[in-house]
């Protein structure tokens, strides 16, 4: 391998050392992890729909003022993923969980994935697209109809106009979410950072904070991100290539 092959190796000989050496651990996945299951990334050129941009359309007020057209978008996201299944890179993190004494796995992703691998500890920052929310009673339904029959679809209980239970832009991280977060980080020994641009708060923070309270952090990315000059090691390839290499799979004794 040329120069890059051997600092590639180096960084990877690193983190697979501070993982060993970790009992407790946080990571913080984005869209990036799911890109190897098909499920297009948020601001990559899939992130598009008939022309909109992810950000215009994932916002209340885009909701308030056209509900058939968010849900349009959100009933065409949950058919363009419905087959989508875990890639190696959920399953080497639920393997990760295994083994270790601490493990939480903060999501900004709400594709259900690691969920689907066996991840138990996830605490999804922006909801869950197979989850819908009446706006009038609140009653959080798991629906994975696809198509949805109706749009915007019902509420079971008391009739309301249903929204997809996610976080939009401008609307509140749920708190005790944060406050799992902020309590996981301060607990751990090293935070891995996976598959995302750094670019949406408060999830983009999280390193900084990691970083402030004196932890190891490794992020993995196709590229450098705005806040790779904070970690201490960046793995550039393929989440699902680069996670079955951080740790050494515990043997099942049949
Ligand atoms: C909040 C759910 C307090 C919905 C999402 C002005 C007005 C109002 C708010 C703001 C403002 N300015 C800033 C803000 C705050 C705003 C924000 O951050 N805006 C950004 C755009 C500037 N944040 C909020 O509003 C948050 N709430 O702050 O509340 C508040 C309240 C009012 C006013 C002010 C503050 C709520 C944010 C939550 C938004 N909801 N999703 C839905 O999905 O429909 S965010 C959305 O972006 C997705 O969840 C996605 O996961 C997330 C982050 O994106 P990434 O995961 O990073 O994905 P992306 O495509 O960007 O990048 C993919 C990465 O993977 C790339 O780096 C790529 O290189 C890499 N990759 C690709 N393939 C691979 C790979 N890596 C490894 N292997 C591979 N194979
Ligand atoms: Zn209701």
Redesign the pocket.
Known sequence: MGDTGDTEEKELSEAREILERSSSVIVL?????S??SGV?????TD?LWRNFR??N??TPEAFWDNPGLVWE??DW?RRAIKDARPNP?HFALAELENQKRKFTLV????DGLHQMAGSRSVLE???N?WEIKCTKCGLVTKDYRVPLEELPPLCPSCGGMGR?N????????PMDVIDKTLKAIEESDVMLI???????????SMGLVAKQAGKTVIE????H?PNSSLFDITIL??????LPLLYTPSVAYS
């Open positions: 996945s984005g869209a990036g992890i890109a190897e297009p990334t948020f601001r990559g992130g992810s950000e359309l994932a978008w959100y996201r890179g999501t900004q992703n709400i920052m922006h909801g697209l997809p996610v976080v939009w832009f401008g609307e509140l991280i996976i598959g995302t641009s750094g670019v949406v708060e408060p999830a983009a993995i990315n196709l590229e991100t390839g393929k989440s699902g290539e680069i």
